[in-house]
């Protein structure tokens, strides 16, 4: 956790639920709260006027999610959507603020939240603009894994074969036949249609 829950209590922080598939806020709004995930998926993602959808990030237990326009002021540049049933800790933004001048290591701890962001994005620009799909995927399933901590060799990924096009910018067609490809090869795994990496 970025920020102890005991300290967002303090605050004024409210624990609240959001079904699957909820938004938690529009793009284009003007940020009015910090989020801090407890249980569940949020993703921050676009979609344009074709109705097609461009996942920006996918956060989870204990992680934050839409601070960068919190910071600056500006409007959300995507919107929040749980992936899953998730419970998440909202705290307006003055308190926030009053939470990092009083507490200089939780700031700190948020520049560098920032700057593995940077980072992690610039990796996931690297896959996305490789033609290999097989290159994006497994780069989208290494940034997820790495992310989790996972010690296991295998692990199940939690997104469907849509999802996985809308991080990637990939086709959902591409994506069923380079999972197909992947498996033949042993790459991922599949069973009862979910995916193992």
């Known amino acids: 956790m970025l ?11 409210i624990l609240k639920w959001y079904k699957k598939n909820k938004r938690i806020f529009l793009e ?9 995930i407890v249980t569940g998926l949020v993703k921050l993602a676009n979609v344009n006027d074709r109705g097609k959808e ?3 990030g996918i956060f989870r237990p204990g992680e934050c999610f839409g601070e960068p326009p919190l910071f600056l002021g500006k409007e959300y540049f995507a919107s929040a959507c749980a992936m ?3 419970e998440i800790y909202e705290l ?8 990092l001048k009083k507490h200089p290591e939780i700031e700190m701890m948020f520049l560098k939240n920032f700057a593995n962001r940077i980072y992690n994005r610039s990796l996931a620009s690297r896959n996305i603009i490789s033609n290999d799909p097989v290159q994006r995927i497994t780069g989208f399933f290494d940034q997820y894994k790495q992310g989790t901590n996972s010690s296991t060799e295998r692990m199940k ?3 469907t074969r849509q999802e996985i096009a809308n991080f990637t910018g990939l086709r959902v067609e591409t994506v069923i036949r380079t999972l197909i490809r992947m498996k033949e090869e042993n790459q991922v795994e599949i069973a009862d249609r979910k995916i193992y990496y």
Request: with cysteine.
């Open 3 to 13: 920020i102890d829950p005991e300290i967002l209590t303090q605050a004024g922080g």
């Open 157 to 159: 990924i939690p997104f």
């Open 28 to 36: 284009n709004e003007m940020p009015e709260n910090y989020y801090q």
């Open 54 to 56: 461009f996942i920006q």
């Open 84 to 86: 899953v049933d998730c």
């Open 92 to 99: 307006p933004r003055d308190a926030f603020f009053k939470i």
